[in-house]
């Protein structure tokens, strides 16, 4: 059974910063772009930021790049989102998720989901 399981999430004040975890169960993701969407309330899931197999994969959204970090380890199938500078316009559930292709933004394009972990930025 794949299982994707987020931790980390909590509330922050603006400008301060919040360490994401995901540990992957289940299956091989050696060949699984690994990585992080979010979804605010009335808002779609949007994409934030991923990394494939290979070094040099890591892509981000516009948005975030430079402020966010991914980084995953791939013997133990986990990922981490470090997330810098934080805005409230951040608030939202995160969620992790794995699927088959690189520098993809569309979550139709990833196949396995966590439940999510809420993050708050408070102003």
């Known amino acids: 059974q794949v299982q994707l399981v987020e931790s980390g999430g909590g509330s922050v004040q603006a400008g301060g910063s919040l360490r994401l975890s995901c540990a992957a169960s289940g299956r091989s993701f050696s060949n699984y772009a690994l990585g992080w969407f979010r979804q605010a309330p009335g808002k779609e899931r949007e994409f934030v930021a991923s990394q494939g197999w290979t070094a040099g994969s890591e892509f981000y959204a516009r948005s975030v790049k430079g402020r966010f970090t991914i980084s995953r380890d791939m013997a133990k199938n986990t990922v981490v989102l470090q997330m810098e500078s934080l805005k409230p316009e951040a608030t939202a559930v995160y969620y992790c998720?794995?699927?088959?292709?690189?520098?993809?933004?569309?979550?139709?394009?990833?196949?396995?989901w966590g439940q999510g972990t809420q993050v708050t930025v408070t102003s």
């Open positions: 998720t794995a699927g088959p292709l690189i520098a993809t933004t569309s979550r139709f394009e990833y196949d396995y």
